[in-house]
């Protein structure tokens, strides 16, 4: 069964201290992992696809990479404005066709001016 | 702007009155998603259209149906909401899957409360 894990559950920043939050995933093929951030009240807001290990992207304080088991989403810097719960997602290969994405929890980011 | 659309963003109903949430897209996306997300929770697949093909997930309840009449539109029909049903609704679309993952672009929610 494919599975997605976020952690940690929620984390608390100072302005500027860096970090990285974690997506762990077990999943028979990988057709695409994706980052999504969510704010309260909202629908989530597409930030990145990653296809294969090895794969980055950023944007502005943003950094997601991937491995064969786990992505991370590194954030530099942040602000105030950067809170927000963070959602993992995957894709799964299957001769299904099109097939759903299986969601983590998601972390719950704040960062304190 | 390319987006979803969804309609309304707050629908307050009765308990058992049926209800039906909206949903546009301008991204002319061939698929069309609704999920159900709960409090601290993961937004929960309920149903998606891969063009005019509806799959039902296996644990929606029958008391949530769905229509797409074109590309450019979807419905969620509650038939009898019970408590136990308010929660965000969120409508997404994305380009054909098959082969490559695409990202799901997902519109702004419909709180729904049941009194």
């Known amino acids: 069964e494919d599975q997605v894990t976020q952690s940690p559950e929620a984390l608390r920043l100072q302005e500027g201290e860096s970090s990285s939050l974690n997506c762990s995933y077990t999943v028979s093929g990988l057709r695409g992992l994706f980052w999504y951030r969510q704010d309260p009240g909202k629908g989530p807001e597409f930030l990145f696809t990653l296809y294969s290990a090895g794969e980055e992207k950023e944007k502005e304080r943003l950094k997601a990479t991937l491995t064969k088991k786990e992505s991370f989403l590194h954030i530099t810097a942040p602000k105030p404005e950067d809170s927000a719960t963070y959602l993992c997602?995957?894709?799964?290969?299957?001769?299904?066709?099109?097939?759903?994405?299986?969601f983590g929890k998601g972390t719950r980011l704040s960062v304190i001016a | 702007d390319a987006m979803v659309i969804q309609n309304p963003r707050y629908q307050v109903t009765q308990f058992g009155k049926p209800v039906t949430l909206s949903c546009s897209q301008t991204?002319?996306?061939?698929?069309m998603y609704w999920y159900q997300q709960k409090s601290s929770q993961a937004p929960k697949l309920l149903f998606h259209y891969y063009d005019k093909d509806f799959n039902n997930e296996a644990d929606t309840p029958d008391n949530f149906q769905s229509r797409r009449p074109n590309t450019s539109f979807c419905f969620l029909d509650i038939r009898s909401p019970g408590l136990g049903d308010a929660a965000m609704y969120l409508c997404a679309t994305s380009r054909d899957t098959l082969v490559l993952g695409y990202e799901q672009y997902f519109g702004p929610g419909t709180r729904l409360t049941v009194t």
């Open positions: 997602a995957v894709q799964a290969v299957t001769l299904a066709g099109n097939t759903p994405l299986v």
């Open positions: 991204l002319n996306h061939n698929v």
